[in-house]
């Protein structure tokens, strides 16, 4: 579990960093997925990064992991049910590096509930000593993470009619 937990910690992390780089872009697209004022978009933008900073840390942290699940948990499943609630709708949810927007689609809903239980398993199960496997293990998953990220933004082809 300790690969798993630092590979959740990775996404948090670079989550939060996204969100401070890209303060602007990501506060106007919080505010889309909250479905509130464009000026407060910037401070839930901002919070959620405190919040998945803090959590990225417990993660690491062997006497805090569990708690760091709950709080990832509860920051991924906030963030589905956004998703979920704006379905179908065209904006960009920030869950790129680039900026896209498309529908929000079952895929970016199904993708935060399975971190949401990703971060569940590991708040349940025992702390695991961090070993010289763990980083590569925890990186190799974080690129396949990335990796379907961006097969998921590909637009889906049109049909065409007859």
């Known amino acids: 579990m300790a690969a798993l937990a630092l ?10 960093g996204h969100k401070l780089i890209e ?22 933008s901002l919070t959620a990064a405190a919040i998945e ?17 709950v709080i990832a948990a509860l920051v991924w499943s906030a963030y589905g049910l956004a998703l979920w609630r704006r379905k179908g709708m ?6 790129t590096f680039a900026a896209r927007e498309k529908p929000v689609d079952g ?15 590991v708040a349940a199960a025992p702390s695991d000593p961090i070993s010289i ?7 190799a998953l974080l690129a396949l993470y990335l990796a379907l990220g961006e097969l998921a933004a590909i637009p889906a082809p049109q049909k065409r009619k007859a």
Request: charge should be neutral.
């Open 7 to 16: 590979f959740l910690a990775l996404v948090l992390a670079l989550s939060a």
């Open 23 to 44: 303060r602007d872009r990501l506060g106007v697209a919080a505010a889309r997925l909250a479905g509130v004022d464009g000026a407060i978009g910037p401070v839930l």
């Open 53 to 69: 900073g803090a959590a990225a840390l417990a993660l690491v942290l062997p006497g805090l992991q569990p708690l760091g699940g």
């Open 90 to 95: 065209s904006l960009d949810c920030g869950c």
């Open 107 to 121: 895929v970016a809903v199904a993708r935060a509930a399975a971190l949401a239980g990703l971060a569940l398993a």
């Open 133 to 139: 496997e763990t980083p590569f293990a925890a990186l």
